[in-house]
């Protein structure tokens, strides 16, 4: 059964860092820029945040996320370079299209808070299993029910995949249409999905039985099947950023 | 039957084994969507699904969990848009308990309703982040008309927003609404907190 995280295995420091450091991290690069609007601020943050992906060795796993959110940025890039009110300095003209200054930079701007989100959320994704990340917050006191909810994602999506494949065959085989005009198509979806969400809804009443008959309401303490993981250095890290942060706040009001 | 609070936070075993499953249908109804090509997202039957079994909480949690695993999965940008995602299954939860989600034609209406909650709520998301813009083709096509002739970047975006939302919630709703009608019983009671333990000793 193929996963559908997007966790890679590798050995690096990044790797070994404690996943609540790594939201720190995002808590950092989402709040900074919003601080220090600046756009060489935004810059910095850009160049941090890939080279840690360069660190942790997953920079090739990004390519795919990156250029699906790049080709988004380019369409922001010539839509508000060409109509954004305001606009008055010229760039340059193409035809009877005229670039202007304002909106690029503005543009530029949305670029670089976009890119920097992105690649904060990366480090986390790419290097934290999620199973690790949910037993981390579970341990900091997020409920463990919503923990279970979300690890047993993990399971049912692939699981569903795996049915839908069989469904899409079968129908397939009854000489139904799944390629063609976009009526053919949209006749297709409901005789593809149903049989899958309905057979799923019913798998919910043992799964629930089957928790239930293992306890799973029961008011007790609850134990953790894995020992902890002993992470270095999370203090100082979490400090460090909650540090830069207060710093930045600290830069903002007084310069 | 005296019918279940609508703010009922007593999540059942049941109700909290539906949420997953809730992301998983969200999650295979964008797949197939994409394989077939069709123009819409698709990607919210599962949430207005558990809403209409289990009531808004259930809805709206199965909303937001979605876009933690959309998040954790395939695009980082998911995240922020779990606040349009909660408020989708909440909308679908209260509309369904009112009474608005019971005839096909009332299921019209309230799927526009749906829509229009999500483009309002995703409107100042798409400003703040993108500058306005969906990434839908059609949608961005017909923002950048309005801009240059408005100057209004908010009615822009609202406009890009709202021409895919409100096809796209119109139908995932009549969708949900048709497998509801199609479920065999002893599942839909599942959900029914209400229901009764007799003791016999």
């Known amino acids: 059964m193929r996963s559908i995280s997007l966790y890679t295995e590798r050995n690096t420091v990044i790797h070994a860092m404690d996943p609540i450091s790594k939201l720190f991290y995002i808590l950092f690069a989402l709040l900074i820029p919003i601080i220090l609007p600046s756009i060489k601020v935004s810059i910095v943050c850009v160049v941090l945040g890939l080279i840690f992906l360069l660190v942790a060795r997953v920079f090739k796993k990004t390519i795919p996320v990156f250029s699906f959110v790049f080709l988004i940025l380019l369409t922001v890039i010539i839509i508000q370079g060409l109509f954004r009110p305001g606009n008055q300095t010229t760039l340059f003209h193409f035809g009877p299209f005229t670039l202007y200054k304002e909106g690029l930079m503005f543009a530029f701007g949305v670029a670089f808070r976009v890119i920097n989100i992105v690649s904060a959320f990366m480090i986390l994704i790419l290097t934290t299993k999620p199973s690790d990340l949910v037993e981390s917050l579970v341990r900091k006191g997020l409920s463990s029910k919503i923990g279970y909810v979300i690890i047993s994602v993990f399971q049912i999506i692939p699981e569903m995949m795996s049915s839908m494949e069989t469904i899409t065959d079968a129908q397939r085989s009854r000489g139904m249409e799944t390629e063609g005009n976009l009526q053919t198509r949209m006749k297709a979806f409901l005789p593809l999905l149903g049989p899958v969400i309905l057979g799923s809804l019913a798998n919910t009443k043992e799964r629930a039985m089957a928790l239930e008959v293992r306890g799973f309401n029961s008011k007790g303490p609850k134990t953790y099947l894995l020992e902890e993981k002993k992470y270095r250095y999370s203090k100082v890290v979490q400090w460090g950023i909650l540090l830069g942060i207060a710093c930045a706040l600290a830069w903002r009001i007084l310069v | ?201």
């Open chain 2, 1 to 201: 039957m005296k019918k279940q609070g609508l703010w009922s936070l007593r999540l059942s075993t049941a109700a909290l084994v539906l949420i997953p499953t809730a992301v998983g249908i969200n999650y295979i109804g964008k797949l197939f969507a994409g394989l077939l090509k069709l123009p819409l997202w698709l990607d919210s039957i599962g949430t207005v699904l558990a809403s209409i079994l289990a009531g808004p909480i259930v809805g709206a949690l199965s909303g937001a969990i979605n876009n933690v695993i959309y998040g954790l999965t395939a695009d980082p940008i998911s995240f922020i848009y779990g606040i349009t995602s909660l408020a989708i299954g909440l909308a679908a939860g209260i509309l369904f308990y009112k009474g608005w989600i019971s005839s096909w034609s009332k299921a019209i209406v309230a799927g526009l309703m749906i829509g229009l909650v999500a483009a309002i709520i995703s409107t100042p998301l798409n400003i703040g982040f993108w500058g306005g813009q969906t990434g839908n083709v059609w949608g961005d096509a017909l923002y950048a008309t309005v801009l240059a002739n408005t100057h209004a970047t908010w009615l822009a975006s609202f406009l890009d927003e709202i021409v895919v939302d409100l096809p796209d919630k119109l139908i995932v709703v009549l969708i949900s609404f048709g497998i509801f009608k199609g479920l065999p019983k002893n599942v839909v009671q599942l959900y029914n907190t209400n229901n009764k333990v007799e003791n016999l000793d």
